[in-house]
């Protein structure tokens, strides 16, 4: 069985549905697992879905895992005199997550 890469529009359905999932009280799935909530979100936003709850639980934690490094990395740009605007920041940032990682931060669109 191969896998089948995840594409942007499902990282961001993703993201949407866990946005949902935490923020919705009034979710049509009240006694469920929170990850089936999201998953439930998920397939409402994607329509026909290739992914089980586990896969879009474990790309979850993934995107979340990367992006907390990212944020730690622009957290820590250098601009205490102030001549970096934000687009300079993540620039840096990018390079800078390239460098200790070994690849780009794939969660960040310009």
């Given at each position: 069985m191969s896998v089948i890469p995840w594409s942007v529009e499902e990282d961001i359905a993703l993201c949407e549905s866990w946005v949902v999932a935490?923020?919705?009280?009034?979710?049509?799935?009240?006694t469920s697992p929170f990850w089936d909530r999201v998953y439930h979100e998920?397939?409402?936003?994607?329509?026909?879905?290739?992914?089980?709850?586990?896969?879009?639980?474990?790309?979850?934690?993934?995107?979340?895992?990367?992006?907390?490094?990212?944020?730690?990395?622009?957290?820590?740009?250098?601009?205490?005199?102030?001549?970096?605007?934000?687009?300079d920041i993540i620039q840096v940032a990018c390079v800078e997550y390239h460098n200790k990682y070994g690849g780009d931060f794939k969660h960040y669109a310009a």
């Open positions: 935490v923020t919705n009280h009034e979710t049509p799935l009240p998920f397939c409402i936003l994607r329509g026909e879905v290739i992914r089980t709850v586990h896969a879009i639980c474990s790309r979850f934690r993934m995107i979340h895992m990367d992006s907390a490094r990212f944020e730690a990395i622009v957290n820590g740009v250098d601009n205490d005199d102030g001549e970096l605007n934000e687009g």
